[in-house]
């Protein structure tokens, strides 16, 4: 069975958004389903990696970003801080592999369909590092030498069977997104957590801001799309 969210889901506390998150990863881990798909957003707030938390000045740092409207939230996964709120289309899915995809063929397969978004705009794009993109990583999907999204991906076994894994990965997809306010967010948490990472708003950019002869496109149609290119994937696997 296959558990799919065609709409965008407005989740409005992003706290809430991580727990949906583990529960549809759960969910497949324990057999529920073979694969489960949603798609996204949440409000304004700094999602940060567990290791920050261990910052002497963590509590001072999370006081200040939430007096300036940045709720900040604690994942388990690694990474750099990442921005949260309006302008931001988050996919999320898992599915079990009887064969075990390479860490590569693991985020080409969720970096594909935003390649091929950006495509829809006569842009070329591929992955790669962006220096002073938030949360850094060789799985940037990069437009113009810009961050369009950042991924992730993390794998674990079903209980009782050894030879099935389940593969959990998401997209934080930057659609029309207040960059210089975030950007500004994540600068002024990490200068609070006495942290040396400097975020450059110029190393990112907007679906949005990519073609001006393009009509301006929506959450919904953009969580559309994805819906359609990642339910067509993960079809296999039911």
Request: aromatic content about 8%.
């Amino acid at each position: 069975m296959n558990q799919v969210d065609s709409n965008l889901k407005v989740i409005i506390s992003p706290v809430q958004a991580l727990e949906q998150e583990r529960i549809l990863f759960t969910d497949v881990l324990l057999g529920k389903c073979r694969a489960a798909l949603s798609i996204w957003t949440t409000s304004r707030s700094l999602v940060v990696p567990r290791r920050l938390k261990n910052n002497s000045n963590f509590a001072r740092a999370e006081m200040n970003s939430r007096a300036r409207g940045w709720t900040v939230v604690v994942r388990d996964s690694g990474g750099g801080a990442t921005p949260q709120g309006n302008g931001i289309v988050n996919v999320t899915y898992a599915y079990v592999c009887d064969q075990h995809p390479s860490i590569a063929d693991g985020y080409s397969e969720i970096c594909a369909p935003v390649i091929r978004l950006a495509n829809k705009f006569g842009e070329e794009a591929g992955c790669g590092y962006v220096n002073g993109s938030f949360c850094d990583g060789q799985y940037n999907v990069v437009c113009r030498s810009r961050k369009l999204a950042g991924t992730a991906q993390r794998r674990s076994r079903q209980k009782g069977r050894v030879s099935r894994a389940v593969l959990f990965a998401h997209a934080l997809i930057l659609v029309d997104h207040d960059l210089v306010e975030s950007t500004r967010a994540l600068n002024e948490f990490y200068q609070d957590c006495e942290d040396n990472v400097t975020v450059d708003v110029d190393a990112h950019v907007n679906l949005n801001d990519l073609s001006e002869e393009l009509p301006i496109q929506s959450m919904d149609e953009v969580a559309y799309f994805f819906y359609q290119e990642y339910s067509n994937f993960l079809s296999k696997f039911c």
